[in-house]
């Protein structure tokens, strides 16, 4: 096989280890393809801000390093543009943070440095992670590499359309409300969301605080498992680190499924309004493959389910409107410099470097967080989100882990909810609960839609600190399936 093969771009990471082992490649060699595959299509897709340049790359990872070799020595990947990488531009995708650079790594990207992973740029993505479709970043629209004309998901769009599109074979994104799991089944990708905690958040520019993880998106379970395994782990800068230990969740994926496994099948998220027969029905034949394989399949229900989306909509923003505060000209971010007064100067970099997404986001969140309806807002939205966490914990008593749908629907087009933003807040319908929980979610491809042919995921959802049995369950039904392996040909060359 070339370098110039369509397949190679479509590599898994487990396969590209394995041919820079029997030195049929070097890591040279391999990055250099991946930084011509952007050179070639990203113009199209724009899923990167800044692609690096092959020097200072390698310069990044030698520095880092041990001699030993890592879990991802040699392996190009993409990083979200709100996850600091030392001295390179970090935007959040925002003029308010256009000139920024970063003075420090992200501990996620100081490990896979460590693991020789090579960080080859800058991922799009909705500004500061405020959208489900990256059409709000302040410099690009990513697009969907199955179809050019629809969206790839938000926030987290330009990392998973760039792994989708082989350009990179994994990539970081970040999840709040769903924000990795939504663009992975628009474009046909896997990855997880960790339980919270698990991944550390330092480095990660803050959106609501209490719901943010970093999360890594490949191919396949195995790759995504890979990348989750240099990643996860405790960290002492961040304070809210769980004290799990690192290790490697690769070794226990057989390929077979956990004897006696117990999925619950969500019946209330299945049958909710909306939810497109194709959706339904791909997920359905998911189930099959699940019985087949020995799983015992259980019907829950979580009756908190359809107050995710309000709950998430108070919470997200009432942390945004305070994390965001600190970008006001001062320290971080682009300053007015024409203002008279300091007042002027405030208001008029606030005016100017967010966008209106962003805007309307701190409004909300200072509103709902204000005397009068702090209570009424806030607080209940508090209750709430203590009872989905009880829903969830209250299932797994009966089941190992639930499945669930990832979004009503596929991909959709451009501009479609451009003058209804309600229903572009609804988009996280089915994600948003898991990230109020705090609880880890692994999404996967299992089929497409017929007119237009986009791909369609599901997910599977565990208890805390569950991503080692998550792993499990979906490469066994990876084994079983080939959906994980299509592409778009329209990037294959």
């Known amino acids: 096989m070339s370098l110039s093969s369509p397949s190679f771009a479509f590599a898994t990471i487990k396969e590209l280890k394995e041919r820079l082992a029997r030195r049929e490649i070097s890591s040279r060699e391999l990055l250099d393809f991946f930084i011509n595959r952007f050179a070639q299509h990203d113009a199209q897709l724009k899923t990167a801000l800044e692609v690096f340049d092959a020097e200072s790359i390698f310069a990044d990872t030698a520095a880092t390093q041990p001699a030993a070799q890592g879990l991802l020595s040699g392996i190009p990947g993409m990083i979200k543009d709100n996850i600091c990488q030392k001295n390179r531009r970090m935007t959040c995708a925002s003029k308010m943070l256009k000139n920024y650079t970063a003075i420090y790594d992200a501990t996620a990207c100081e490990r896979l440095k460590q693991e020789g992973a090579f960080l080859i740029g800058r991922a799009n993505c909705d500004e500061f992670a405020m959208g489900s479709s990256c059409e709000y970043s302040a410099f690009q629209k990513t697009v969907n590499p199955w179809d050019v004309s629809r969206v790839p998901g938000g926030s987290s769009g330009g990392s998973v359309a760039a792994v989708a599109a082989g350009l990179v074979p994994w990539a970081l994104g970040s999840e709040t409300g769903g924000s990795v799991r939504f663009p992975s089944a628009f474009c046909g990708t896997t990855c997880v969301k960790p339980t919270y905690g698990h991944v550390s958040r330092s480095g990660l520019v803050a959106y609501a605080s209490s719901l943010d993880q970093i999360s890594p998106v490949a191919r396949t379970v195995y790759d995504t498992a890979l990348v989750f395994s240099a990643i996860a782990g405790n960290d002492p800068k961040d304070s809210s680190s769980l004290s799990a230990a690192q290790k490697d969740y690769t070794k226990n994926l057989t390929g077979v499924l956990p004897a006696g496994v117990r999925i619950g099948i969500v019946d209330n998220a299945l049958g909710a309004s909306g939810i497109e027969p194709e ?26 389910l359809e107050y995710g989306a309000a709950t998430y909509f108070i919470l997200s923003r009432a942390e945004a409107a305070s994390n965001l505060a600190r970008f006001d000209g001062v320290r971080y971010a682009t300053r007015d410099k024409a203002a008279s007064t300091l007042r002027d100067m405030y208001c008029n970099t606030r005016h100017d470097g967010f966008g209106s997404e962003v805007a309307t986001r701190i409004m909300v969140g200072n509103y709902v967080l204000s005397a009068g309806h702090a209570k009424d807002y806030y607080g209940n939205a508090k209750k709430v989100q203590n009872m989905i966490r009880h829903d969830f914990i209250s299932a797994f008593k009966e089941v190992d882990v639930l499945l669930m749908p990832v979004h009503p629907a596929p991909a959709f087009p451009l501009g479609a909810f451009d003058l209804d933003k309600l229903q572009m807040d609804l988009q996280d319908f089915f994600t948003c609960p898991i990230n ?58």
């Open 279 to 304: 959706v339904v029905a791909a997920i359905q034949q998911a189930i099959v493959a699940f019985e087949k394989m020995g799983a015992q399949i259980k019907h829950v229900s979580l009756p908190t």
């Open 436 to 493: 109020l929980a705090g609880l880890p979610a692994l999404a996967l491809p299992c089929g497409f839609s017929k007119k237009p042919v986009l791909p369609l995921g599901f997910q599977l959802v565990g208890p805390d600190l569950s991503e080692e049995l998550l792993f499990q369950v979906g490469h066994a039904y990876q084994q079983q399936t080939d959906w994980h392996t299509c592409h778009p040909l329209a990037f294959a060359e």
